[in-house]
């Protein structure tokens, strides 16, 4: 039977451990409910392409903390990345991050220049921070099988996987989906980035971001 708990302390305590153990949780985030995992657990991660049936060339997001998280990880934002996260995160902006020699995502990706990159989020939820702090980074998933609406109650993920999840943290109704936008860096676009989609924040945002104080966003 599904394990389903409101989120507290002792329920994120719970949430830890299980995912320590491999297991696979639901969690509200800022926008609707994902399925989650160690990111560094393959196997875990393998699980959540199965339930949900998602295609294996969709790579999936890093949900963090804090921005600290990030080298933490082996990771590194770029810049002017490393300037926009400090602009807009938390919240709808989901950088590429490079992933350097040490690090051990198995969610990171190889791209054809060779090199391994990762999308990272930082939510804009007080109660998924809460979560994120006890559990630390996670490989997350929208809660629901691939093509279906995403769940934005924890009824609608325990409809979608059941007994499949470990745990189910129940945080309420979340907004429903919003897009965050993606943002890599690229020396070779119009200011350094490209803007891999456009979502709740316009590039023309991002892009007056990279010229505050009339000067370049730079290292």
Known sequence: MSDVRHVSEESCALAAELV????????????????????????AIERIYQIKRRPRF???????????????????????????AAAFLPGAFSPIAVAREDCTLATA?????????????IPNSALCLEILRATG?????SANRSGDESAQTVREAVEAFGDEVALYLDGGSTRGHISSTVVAADPHERDGIAILREGVIPQSTIRRALTVNGGGLGA
């Open 109 to 121: 990706r190889e791209t054809p220049q060779g090199e391994r990159t990762q999308g990272i989020r």
């Open 137 to 141: 980074p996670l490989a997350a998933s």
């Open 58 to 84: 969709k790579a999936l997001q890093v949900l963090m903390a804090s921005v600290d998280d990030v080298d933490a990880l082996g990771l590194e934002l770029p810049a002017p990345l490393n300037r926009l």
């Open 20 to 43: 320590r153990r491999g297991e696979l949780i639901v969690i509200p985030t800022d926008t609707v409910y994902g399925v989650a995992c160690d990111p560094r657990n393959a196997k």
